[in-house]
């Protein structure tokens, strides 16, 4: 009846609700009166999809095991601090040394208040913060075009949205909207553009308060001095500055966003308490995965011990990557569509400084500083303000840019990675370092790609035996939802491969 008066609209909907798939936990009383039992789960990897397929499963009483290859849960949900070893697939080993309390999040490292990811963080306890994306005082530094210092993110605003606004008033004036507009409609657009540019006497952008000061203004006898030298509006398309503003418009990137306390692998760990960890095995590789009339048997290899493990499902929830590389008898077309998805490069690299210059020298508190170098995004940190020391991301960058770095010794990533930041913050860049750490997703081990393309999107006909449990195997993972690289596709993927699975079983 319910779902009845929401389709006549005279009950919240889904939508409404800012879900449109809703989902239902699953719980031990669905069995009641069914006759019906939970089965035996097998769910091959511990990332976030696996570990949510598990856990969700948990609640109803099914028996789920969970393989992880890797030493740890959580997939390329990874946090790196002091002490933690990695070795990549060309060899090159690692060992952070960051002081204690600091870390980096080599994957995820930002929610959207609309992800599930934050119901997990609630439904579990995992305390969470802002994590600051934008921040009007990080700088913009174009090198291809020509400029020649970095420019205050407030004020490369202020200047390209002054300019645009001016030009648009004035194109108004001259009538060049008058069929468009009405001459009301033209008295509010230049009403708005006034306000929205700042703009000055007769419409035109002269700067202001927007851009920032070189002394702000403080008490009595300070009135504050303005920056000058307000760039022309052709000076200001040249360099380039406008392309980062649409960046804080996206639906998954807006502000405010979010990070858990302490490091993002709070979830995997959370998750993983709440599983149970004797249900879950590391360092457990999956080598053959065998759908039968009754069941599903999954052969794996830990500690050099080949092990078979018997269930009466499996969830698939690994990289799509590394599962085309599995042995299996789930047909040519769930291998084709495995095949047709492509493994992306992604990387970061930490730089740890015993001093937070950021904040003492640029007063910049959190969010990125924006680049066309190499090394495209550079992170400052959004915890530990005005403590004594900070990481900093040298390097977030993707495809090209990442496979480039990955090609080097972390030793000369770090060169690179701070030569770059260099011309950007100056010589402390260089001289606070202490130490660095980098990660690169496509040289990791059992998972090989930062996040991956999917033609077509998810619901491609070529992904239904994907979206579709084949034989007795379902599938979930971030890969097979519309939000790919991000914690919110693998949990809600997980969700729909629970709900499939779960509905199966009671009406088998
Ligand atoms: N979620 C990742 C990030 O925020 C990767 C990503 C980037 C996904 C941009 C979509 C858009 O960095």
Redesign the pocket.
């Known amino acids: 009846m319910f779902a009845t008066m929401g389709a006549l609209g005279l009950a919240p909907t889904a939508q409404a609700a800012g879900r449109e798939q809703p989902f239902r936990a699953l719980s031990a009383s669905d069995f009641t009166l069914t006759g019906r039992a939970a089965a035996k789960v097998v769910v091959i990897g511990g990332g976030i999809a696996g570990l949510a397929a598990a856990y969700e499963l948990g609640k109803a009483g099914y028996d789920c095991t969970v393989l992880e290859a890797r030493d740890r849960t959580g997939g390329r949900n990874l946090t790196v601090r002091g002490g933690d070893t990695t070795v990549d697939l060309d060899g090159h080993r690692q060992t952070a040394r960051f002081a204690d309390g600091h870390y980096m999040n080599a994957g995820?490292?930002?929610i959207a208040q609309w992800m599930v990811t934050l119901d997990y963080c609630r439904e579990l306890g995992v305390p969470i913060e802002v994590f600051t994306n934008v921040n009007a005082d990080a700088y913009l530094y174009n090198e291809s075009t020509g400029m020649d210092a970095p420019v205050r993110h407030r004020t490369a605003k202020a200047d390209v949205h002054g300019h645009v606004a001016e030009l648009l008033a004035k194109a108004t004036d001259r009538g060049a909207l008058d069929g468009e507009l009405t001459a009301a409609d033209r008295e509010r657009l230049v009403e708005f553009l006034a306000d929205w540019g700042e703009l000055g006497d007769k419409l035109t952008y002269q700067g202001g308060e927007r851009r920032g000061y070189t002394t702000v203004p403080a008490a009595a006898g300070t009135p504050g001095v303005l920056l000058g030298d307000v760039p022309t509006a052709s000076e200001v398309f040249a360099d380039g500055v406008g392309r980062y503003f649409s960046f804080e418009f996206?639906f998954?990137?807006a502000m405010l966003m979010f990070q858990p306390v302490g490091g993002m692998d709070r979830i995997p760990q959370a998750l993983t308490r709440a599983v149970g960890a004797h249900r879950v095995r590391t360092g457990a590789v999956v080598s053959k995965i065998t759908d039968k009339a009754g069941g599903v048997s999954v052969t794996y290899t830990q500690g050099g011990r080949t092990k078979v493990v018997e269930a009466d499902y499996a969830i698939a929830a690994l990289p799509p990557n590394i599962l085309a590389k599995v042995p299996h008898n789930l047909g040519s077309g769930v291998q084709s569509a495995l095949e047709s998805i492509a493994p992306s490069s992604?990387a970061k690299i930490g730089l740890e400084y015993r001093s937070r210059w950021w904040e003492l020298d640029h007063r910049i508190y959190g969010g990125i500083t924006e680049t066309d170098l190499d090394v495209t995004h550079i992170w400052h940190p959004s915890y530990g303000f005005h403590g004594e020391r900070g990481v900093l991301i040298g390097y977030?960058n993707y495809g090209a840019d990442a496979d480039a770095y990955a090609a080097l010794t972390p030793r000369q990533r770090e060169q690179r990675a701070v030569a770059a930041g260099v011309k950007i913050y100056g010589e402390k860049y260089r001289t606070e370092l202490v130490s660095s750490f980098s990660h690169h997703w496509r040289q990791t081990p059992h998972l090989e790609a930062?996040?991956h393309s999917t033609p077509g999107g998810p619901d491609a006909p070529r992904y239904k035996p994907l979206n579709e449990p084949t034989g007795r195997v379902h599938f979930a993972g971030d890969w097979l939802s519309y939000?790919?690289?991000?914690q919110h596709g693998a949990f809600t993927s997980a969700r729909r491969a629970v709900t499939a699975l779960h509905a199966r079983v009671l009406s088998s």
């Open positions: 995820p490292a930002r996206g998954d990137q992604a977030y930062a996040w939000t790919d690289a991000w």
